[in-house]
């Protein structure tokens, strides 16, 4: 049998169709576009009337008269003043038009990337948040990682997490360093390497907060600080680290940064400080910049281990004593040093017993910067002189006191030549440069509560004053500028900072005497005995007789 042909009207129909639904979704998107506005009041309306009823309804019965006179008499007023109804009309329309807009939904639901390292970190945490007789496990393989989770994560452009909160069970160890160290290496190698995690576990909530710290800026340079006398900033660390910022010029603008101060003193807990570091790590840097700031209120007595000349630029500057490479010169001005502590405590206790204040010259402060100790001691053992250490016993023991700092830094590799006196009364604690948690936790006695990095710039680690937290650290640049290497706006910024240099006949005066001359007159000076007092003290009235070194001069003077 023969196939009859479709009616017309049968084969042209679909492209008529077709063009008529088009046209009519045309249509409808344009009345859309012009209605929108009346859409969104009408919306808005809807839900205010619904706020309405929803109040209403929860008012009290006794309350509601109260409620309709308020009502009917701003009606009154809105009705007397003039264009009172107008105001009134775009008032409403304005609120309907405000609750009606439409929201953007948030994005609720990971991506299938960002899911898949979820539930893979999920994974590697099985074995450490699990047990084998938990009847309702948190974490279990093939488990669901919203339970562990939740919506407590935060991932960067580039899907790596950048906050994620971790929900524990109650039985696992967290009070334990042992527990806590195997969870964050795992959620830091799971996480993506190369970048600095912070750990912040609340035992009452059991719930561990991971989050990525930015990098400490290092555009911070030497310069002149914003503290009280006794006050040094060792550098500059987070933000909600400290609860003080101090203004600082990084780079051509002025910021406020947080410091982390060091107190110094007579009512210090830390009066000296241990800097720990490998070699380039930014010790030395942290030596000069404390130096810097010492100069501004004190005295500075330099010796350095290492021979480099890392502190030529401070040679003839006011207030530097000596900058001391050698043994020789080191051991005598270390010897100088405990008996001007000793004379600096005898001066204080006859001032109290008299009644009468602290002499000028005991006021000021000293400070001892010993650079790389364990090399003069491996040259003092070799020559089979004394160890330079052994002189700080007295400055390190009753600095405090006398108003003596010492500041000692060297590197890892020498920390077993450090003396039991230098690890006891050094409380203040840096370490510099890339470290172990476990060579960091030795030296600070404590665990950082972030995961170092294996590549830092010169300056930066962490610090601990005492018995407090362990904080991020980074040293402001303080390069040699004498150094072919340095900047010449670094170089400018420390030449800057650095005292004047001694007049002429300050400078020849200070030649003709040797370090031998003056720690045998310092030793003269501390002899409490009646008949050494009796035979230095001059006459009533007398001027105190001129004396080549001002500052023994000053001391001579002080003690009669």
């Known amino acids: 049998m023969a196939r009859r042909p479709l009616p017309r009207i049968l084969r042209s129909g679909s492209a008529s169709i077709t063009r008529s639904r088009e046209m009519a979704r045309t249509a409808a998107d344009s009345a859309t576009d012009v209605l929108h506005p009346l859409i969104t009041v009408t919306r808005g309306l809807r839900l205010l009337a619904g706020a309405g009823r929803q109040k209403w309804a929860v008012t009290p019965k006794d309350r509601r008269g109260h409620v309709l006179f308020l009502v009917a008499a701003c009606v009154l007023v809105v009705a007397l003043i003039p264009y009172g109804p107008l105001l009134a009309l775009v008032s409403v329309m304005g609120a309907a038009a405000w609750r009606g807009r439409e929201h953007t939904p948030a994005k609720t639901r990971p991506g299938e990337a960002e899911a898949a390292r979820l539930q893979a970190l999920y994974e590697a945490l099985v074995p ?28 960067d452009g580039s899907g790596r997490l950048t906050r994620l909160q971790v929900n524990y069970p109650a039985y696992f160890t967290d009070g334990e360093a042992a527990s806590r160290a195997r969870v964050e290496q795992v959620l830091h190698a799971k996480s993506g390497r190369g970048r600095e995690y912070h750990f912040a576990w609340n035992e009452e909530g059991n719930h561990l907060l991971m989050t990525v710290l930015d990098a400490l800026p290092t555009t911070i340079a030497a310069q002149r600080f914003v503290t009280a006398p006794g006050e040094t900033v060792l550098g500059f660390t987070d933000a909600d680290a400290v609860r003080r910022t101090v203004p600082v010029r990084d780079g051509d603008s002025t910021r406020d940064a947080s410091p982390v101060v060091w107190r110094t003193g007579a009512r210090s807990t830390e009066p000296h400080l241990l800097a720990v570091g490998h070699p380039g790590s930014g010790a030395t840097t942290l030596v000069r910049s404390l130096a810097l700031q010492a100069l501004q209120h004190g005295d500075v007595l330099v010796v350095e281990g290492g021979g480099n000349g890392e502190y030529g630029c401070l040679t003839g500057r006011e207030g530097v004593l000596a900058v001391e490479c050698g043994l020789t010169g080191a051991l005598a001005t270390l010897e100088w040093a405990s008996h001007e502590t000793e004379r600096r405590l005898i001066a204080a206790d006859r001032a109290r017993q008299a009644g009468h204040p602290e002499p000028e010259d005991i006021r000021r402060p000293l400070w001892i910067l010993l650079d790389r100790p364990s090399a003069l001691g491996h040259l003092a053992a070799a020559d089979g002189r004394p160890d330079p250490q052994e002189l700080l016993r007295v400055p390190l023991r009753h600095g405090r006191a006398a108003g003596v700092t010492v500041v000692v830094a060297d590197h890892f590799d020498g920390l077993d030549a450090l003396t039991e006196t230098v690890r006891t009364h050094t409380r203040a604690r840096v370490v510099l440069g890339p470290a172990t948690l476990e060579e960091v936790e030795a030296v600070l006695g404590s665990r950082p509560p972030t995961t170092p990095t294996p590549d830092v710039p010169p300056g930066r680690g962490y610090t601990r004053l005492g018995a407090g937290p362990v904080l991020r650290l980074q040293v402001p640049a303080t390069p040699d500028p004498y150094d072919d290497a340095t900047s010449e706006a670094h170089r400018q910024a420390v030449l800057d900072l650095l005292p004047g240099a001694p007049s002429p006949v300050d400078e020849g005066a200070a030649e003709s005497d040797t370090a031998p001359a003056v720690v045998e007159q310092t030793a003269k000076e501390v002899d409490p005995s009646p008949a050494a007092v009796g035979q230095e003290a001059p006459e009533a009235g007398a001027a105190p007789a001129p004396h080549a070194d001002a500052l023994v001069a000053a001391r001579a003077a002080a003690e009669g």
């Open 128 to 155: 450490h948040f699990s047990v084998a007789d938990d009847p309702s496990p948190l974490f279990s393989h093939g488990g669901d990682w919203e339970d562990a989770f939740g919506t407590s994560y935060v991932f």
